[in-house]
């Protein structure tokens, strides 16, 4: 089994900077891609950043320039820096990861808790 748990949400003025971890916890054999989503009010669950194994990244247009994601994979965590800050940005920030679990052939997706970001204007 493996666990994920956000943390570094808070409130934050616009144009502020907010920085998320994500930590992968378990019995892991080996962690794939790791993504951040978010959800805001009403609002679908959407990407918002991704990474693979290897370090390659794949960013939401309308974050793409101010958030960074990136990974330590000696820690098993995901981070998403995020700057500059909009009002539009608030939404519950969730911690995506395809996991191998020990003794498994396969690997399963995983989602953690999800951690809210609140920018005000």
């Known amino acids: 089994q493996v666990q994920l748990v956000e943390s570094g949400g808070g409130l934050v003025q616009a144009g502020g900077s907010l920085r998320l971890s994500c930590a992968a916890s378990?019995?892991?054999?080996?962690?794939?891609?790791m993504s951040w989503y978010r959800q805001g009010p009403g609002k679908q669950r959407e990407l918002v950043a991704s990474?693979?194994?290897?370090?390659?990244?794949i960013y939401a247009d309308g974050v793409k320039g101010r958030f960074t994601i990136s990974r330590d994979n000696a820690k098993n965590t995901v981070y998403l820096q995020m700057n500059s800050l909009k009002p539009e940005d608030t939404a519950a920030y969730y911690c995506?990861?395809?996991?191998?679990?020990?003794?498994?052939?396969?690997?399963?997706?995983?989602w953690g808790q999800g951690t809210q970001v609140t920018v005000s204007s």
């Open positions: 995506n990861a395809h996991a191998v679990v020990t003794g498994k052939l396969y690997g399963t997706t995983y």
């Open positions: 990474i693979t194994s290897g370090g390659a990244t």
């Open positions: 378990g019995s892991i054999f080996g962690l794939n891609g």
